[in-house]
């Protein structure tokens, strides 16, 4: 059974580092994209960046500078998708998901908090 485990999220400054993590891609087959969401409190789930099995990454234009997608693709296996955060700002408190779409399915972590105070 495929489960996606977040780790990395906490209480920062503005200005800011975090790094997510989010390991058990090992067991997913046929991985087409990994990408990272995020949820605040009252708002819906929204993308916050993706990047495809061949490497090609998209950002949601509220983080593009500041956050990288990356993933670890050791000997052509993904075991875990990294979202590092710089530059952090308050508006980017939420909880932060993972999630993968394989040919047949997607899959969705449980989620990290990021709480960025001012």
């Known amino acids: 059974q495929v489960q996606l485990v977040e780790s990395g999220g906490g209480l920062v400054q503005a200005g800011g580092s975090l790094r997510l993590s989010c390991a058990g891609l090992?067991?997913?087959?046929?991985?087409?994209?990994m990408s990272w969401y995020r949820q605040a409190p009252g708002k819906q789930r929204g993308l916050v960046a993706r990047v495809t099995s061949g490497g090609s990454a998209n950002y949601a234009d509220s983080v593009k500078g500041r956050f990288t997608i990356s993933t670890d693709n050791a000997k052509n296996t993904v075991n875990t998708v990294y979202l590092q955060l710089n530059s952090l700002k308050p508006e980017d408190t939420a909880v932060y998901y993972c999630?993968?779409?394989?040919?047949?399915?997607?899959?969705w972590g449980q989620g990290t908090q990021v709480t960025v105070s001012s």
């Open positions: 090992q067991s997913i087959f046929m991985i087409n994209a």
């Open positions: 999630n993968v779409e394989s040919r047949f399915r997607e899959y």
